[in-house]
Structures are given as C-alpha cells and as structure tokens.
C-alpha cells in the first residue's frame, strides 16, 4: 500500500515537471508571436472581408440612366429626375403630347423586368401638353 | 493463552490491518491518484493549447507571407479601401474624372457618416466607415452619364446614392465671322450624392 503511494507521487512528481515544460513552451510561443505581425495580419484579412462586402454591393447608376434613356418614349420630354438607390425609387417629371402618350410611355416602364410599379400624380394639361409626375418602384437589378 | 483469546486477538489484528489499510487508502493513496489524473488532464489540455498555438503561428506566417508577396495587388487594395478617409484623393478623382467628360463640377461637400451597428448576423465583424459626398454637376446627358461610369470604374470605391437632374437655361459665346454671340443651351443640373468608404 505504502509502495504503490510511493510509486503514484514518483509519477505526479514526473507529471508535474512535464507540465511545467508544457506552460513553458506556451509562454515562449506567446512571446515569439509578434503582436504587429499578427494584428497586420487581422487587419489585412478585415479589409478583405469588407472589399468583398462594399463591392458585392457596387452600384451602377449608369445603367439606371441608360435603362431610363432607352425606354423613353419619343413624344416625352423629362424636365427633372430623381434617383434614390436607398429607396429604389425613380421619380421623372415630364411632359407629354397628351395623357394617351403618357400612358404610352408608362406602359414601356411596367414591361421592364426590373420594374416593380410604376405610380402617377400630379397630371394635368397645360397648353403645351400634359404635365406629369412618374414614379417608378424599381428592383436592385436597375442599378445592376 | 487459551485458544479463545487466541482468537479474539487474531480478529482484532485482521481489524486493525483492515482499518489501517483503509485509512492509508483514502488519506494517501487516493488523493495522491486523484492528483495524478487531475494533472493527465490538465497536460492534456494544454499541449492541445500548445498545438492550436502552433497551429495559428503558422497561420499567421502563411498569411503574412502571401501578403509580403501581394506587391501591387495589396497597394490596389489599400487604394480601394483606404485606411484613412483620403478626402484629397477622392477630391482629385471627382476632378480628374469631370475634367474629360466635360461637365463643371459645384459645391462639393464631405460628409462623414456614423458607422454602421452592429446586428446579430455581423458580430465581431470589424466595420469600415462611409463618408458622404455631395456636389452638383452641370453638362449634358451624355457627358453627365460618361462621369458617373467613370465614377463606378474609378479605383477607390465610389458609390453614387442618389441624384437629382434638372435643366436650366444657360447660355455660350458663340463667334459668327467676327463677333461673338451668346447662344442659348439647355443645360442638365445633377445634384449628386455618393458614399465612399475607408477602414481605420
């Protein structure tokens, strides 16, 4: 009995300096990892991580304006626009021959695939034509 | 001595060895094993420490290394996402751009935005900062549409947010033979806004 108590301390004593070395050999690690190095490192893999992020969500407002350029009809002439990407919305004023061109020119915008709903205000007939406000509920893919 | 004595004593010897073995076992020899696998464990543990340690030095020197070999790519990058908001440079590129495409650029402002919160889906994600830039632009269609291609083409990254085109009347000198005429043109204001962005 006394033998076998003999023999387990010999052993934890045995156990014991190898853990010892073990928590020795963890601090000389820690102390040869180079905090500038590894914060370098974090940094470089964050900017990464966010260019990819910015850029998956790049926006193209060129194609907005081409897709709204081709799509005009002939007998309507813009006097103002407003694009909001946050909102994705597309709001024109403009004037038109009549309220049946007007009609006309919404029709070109709700066959659009990127476009949701096109909504009116605000027509009323002067005596150079129609004056109207469109506005056009678009998709992420009009500024695709 | 009679043999019933004999064997009174012989049971308590037996009692005593037992007791005494009993008592030797829990007050010496059990802690002392309890001990000796407390301290297996906790060796245990700790080369597995050991070896994520190991594991992440070596991360962190692969990546280190490809970043030392990025070069270009890596000065590319930094340009795209600066690690301070650069306004000068994003001043020169506005002007670098509207120069060639033949629009005037007005008021131009920055703004920096507050940075984004964080939500569950992103956490422990570091995030960048976003500042605003609004100005005005004048130019015709076609001119106005080139700039903000080029805008999306340019190297530090721009994002145009929202704009506003109206048209007002201007007027150019025009030479007929020898004098010169103001002409009038209709000319496309576009009041711009656009976000880019760097990481500190």
Known sequence: MIASVMVVKVLASNASTTLAKINQDIEKQKAEFSNNESEEVVNFQNELTNLKLILADHISFSNALNTIASNTHQQVKFTSLKINYDDKIVEINGVAQNNDVVAQASNIFSNLTSVKQVNFKNIKTFSDGAHFVMTLNVLESFFK | ?200
């Open chain 2, 1 to 200: 001595m009679r043999e019933t004595t004999k064997q009174t004593l012989s049971i308590l010897f037996i009692t005593l060895f037992l007791g005494s073995s009993l008592f030797i076992f829990l007050k010496f020899t059990k802690p002392a094993f309890d001990n000796l696998n407390d301290l297996k464990t906790e060796i245990q543990n700790k080369q597995e420490v050991k070896n994520d340690l190991a594991k992440r030095k070596q991360t962190v020197v692969d990546v280190s290394n490809k970043y030392a070999t990025l070069g270009e790519s890596l000065s590319r990058i930094r340009e795209a996402l600066p690690s301070k908001p650069q306004l000068a440079q994003v001043l020169a590129a506005i002007d670098s751009i509207a120069r060639p495409s033949n629009v005037i650029v007005n008021d131009i402002s920055f703004r920096e935005l507050a940075q984004s919160k964080t939500d569950s889906e992103l956490k422990n994600k570091v995030f960048y900062n976003t500042i605003e830039v609004t100005f005005s632009l004048e130019g015709n269609f076609v001119n106005t549409k080139l700039f903000m291609q080029e805008i999306e083409k340019e190297l530090r990254i721009m994002d145009i947010k929202q704009i506003t085109m109206s048209q007002f009347n201007s007027s150019v000198v025009q030479t007929a033979g020898k004098a010169k005429v103001l002409k009038p043109v209709t000319t496309l204001k576009t009041d711009v806004t656009l976000y880019t962005y760097y990481q500190p």
